[in-house]
Antibody, heavy 122, light 108 residues
Framework: QVQLQQWGAGQLKPSETLSLTCAVY????????WSWIRQPPGRGLEWIGQ???????NYNPSLKSRVTISLDTIKKQFSLKLSSVTVADTAVYYC????????????????WGRGTTVAVSS | QSVLTQPPSASGTPGQRVTISCSGS????????VNWYQQLPGAAPKLLIY???QRPSGVPDRFSGSKSGTSASLAISGLQSEDEADYYC?????????FGTGTKVTVL
């Protein structure tokens, strides 16, 4: 059974770069899209972006200028970098799997990591 | 930034039927599939309904989804105490996934 394990720095100062990694266990890495989603405290979900096994990416236009999603197929890991963070980037960040080969989530995000809390403060 | 609109709250007594609406536009719900997620307190979201009305293995059949035009709905029949959670709709919209504003379901 596939599991996603995620980790990264939980405390940042404004202007620093957020860096998170998500490892895939129990299933092949290829054939899927891999997404990052975040949830500010007490608020709803916001999709950040996705990457597929060949490195093709899509980003939320609202974050595109600051986001980079990359992958390491050998380690079966994918990563999120968000530059120039502000207090508004404080959130729980989730990684998730999209089994849609075209990345359009027509089968939903069917496996989620447990989430990483990231707090930005001076 | 959510482009899919849901009521902020819904409630019912055990055994009742609760319905949650999700309103979008032609660029998202109107032309793409809708998925629904359940988020229990303190937990990661979980896929509840996919492809408008399909349930993943293990999801009770009291949960059902439908879509018509630019709107979608999630129904919970025979509401149970463990259904108290936040529910989000989601759809593809021109190269990104958009989520609904979320609905908190309370079991009275």
């Amino acid at each position: 059974q596939v599991q996603l394990q995620q980790w990264g720095a939980g405390q940042l100062k404004p202007s620093e770069t957020l860096s998170l990694t998500c490892a895939v266990y129990g299933e092949p890495f290829s054939g899927y899209y891999w997404s990052w989603i975040r949830q500010p405290p007490g608020r709803g979900l916001e999709w950040i972006g996705q990457i597929n096994y060949s490195g093709s990416t899509n980003y939320n236009p609202s974050l595109k200028s600051r986001v980079t999603i990359s992958l390491d197929t050998i380690k079966k890991q994918f990563s999120l970098k968000l530059s120039s963070v502000t207090v508004a980037d404080t959130a729980v960040y989730y990684c998730a799997r999209d089994p849609d080969h075209y990345g359009s989530s027509s089968y939903g995000l069917d496996v989620w990591g447990r989430g990483t809390t990231v707090a930005v403060s001076s | 930034q959510s482009v899919l609109t849901q009521p902020p709250s819904a409630s019912g007594t055990p055994g009742q039927r609760v319905t949650i609406s999700c309103s979008g536009s032609s660029s998202n719900i109107g032309s793409n599939i809708v998925n629904w997620y359940q988020q229990l307190p303190g937990a990661a979201p979980k896929l509840l309904i996919y492809r408008n009305n399909q349930r993943p293995s293990g999801v009770p059949d009291r949960f059902s989804g439908s879509k018509s035009g630019t709107s979608a709905s999630l129904a919970i029949s025979g509401l149970q105490s463990e259904d108290e959670a936040d529910y989000y709709c989601a759809a593809w919209d021109d190269s990104l996934i958009v989520f609904g504003t979320g609905t908190k379901v309370t079991v009275l």
